[in-house]
């Protein structure tokens, strides 16, 4: 199982980018996706959530300024970041949960992506 993350770079505030990240088909349409992110020396916080179905989450942080989406056909999820703030700057981690039946639950993450947003 593999999650391939990509669209990190140097952006000015108020600027946008368009994260990506392409999951193995054995798990992606059974998955909920989520986005994390971790600043130095801070936790990881979760970003954005989608599940299976759609349903969409996400932190008050970032509410209004960015949007979780999925592709099935693809098997990919994307986090578009609109009106970014330097305290965006963080690497952000995808992440696939679910069950392969009631008892083998998973949960498998990206390598990461890093954000950096400057004033």
């Known amino acids: 199982v593999q999650l391939q993350a990509s669209g990190g770079g140097l952006v000015q505030a108020g600027g946008s980018l368009r994260l990506s990240c392409a999951a193995s088909?054995?798990?992606?349409?059974?998955?909920?996706m989520a986005w994390y992110r971790q600043a130095p020396g801070k936790q990881r916080e979760l970003v954005a959530t989608i599940s299976s179905g759609g349903r969409t989450n996400y932190a008050d942080s970032v509410k209004g300024r960015f949007t979780i989406s999925r592709d099935n056909a693809e098997n990919t999820v994307y986090l578009q970041m609109n009106s970014l703030k330097p305290e965006d700057t963080s690497v952000y981690y995808c992440n696939a949960k679910g069950s392969y039946s009631i008892e083998a639950e998973y949960e498998y993450w990206g390598q990461g992506t890093e954000v950096t947003v400057s004033s």
């Open positions: 088909r054995s798990i992606f349409r059974r998955s909920a």
